[in-house]
């Protein structure tokens, strides 16, 4: 079993940062794949981007180039740096957790942190 728990939410302004870490419970963190995934009111929970257990990071074509995903396997926490900030980027940001290979879809992961708000005004 993984625990996970997300934190740095906030409310910041269109253009502004923010920085979200994960921390997971694992023993064997460094042999999971480990996936950002938001959800805004009323919509599906979408694919933001994931860091493979080798550091490969791929992102979401709608914030590639302002959203940054990096980890620290000696501290088990991954972060996701939101950089540029818009109002569209409103939501409920949940790290997940997959054993060895990286998912780019919510069904694929195993393990889900209870989520943090990240609200951003224009």
């Known amino acids: 079993q993984v625990q996970l728990v997300e934190s740095g939410g906030g409310s910041v302004q269109a253009g502004g940062s923010l920085r979200l870490p994960c921390t997971a419970s694992a023993r064997t963190f460094s042999s999971y794949a480990m996936g950002w995934f938001r959800q805004a009111p009323g919509k599906e929970r979408e694919f933001v981007g994931v860091?493979?257990?080798?550091?490969?990071?791929y992102s979401a074509d709608s914030v590639k180039g302002r959203f940054t995903i990096s980890r620290d396997n000696a501290k088990n926490t991954v972060y996701l740096q939101m950089n540029s900030l818009k109002p569209e980027d409103t939501a409920v940001y949940y790290c997940?957790?997959?054993?060895?290979?990286?998912?780019?879809?919510?069904?694929?992961?195993?393990?889900w942190g209870q989520g943090t708000q990240v609200t951003v005004s224009s």
């Open positions: 997940a957790a997959r054993y060895r290979a990286a998912g780019y879809n919510r069904y694929q992961y195993d393990y």
């Open positions: 860091i493979s257990a080798s550091g490969t990071t």
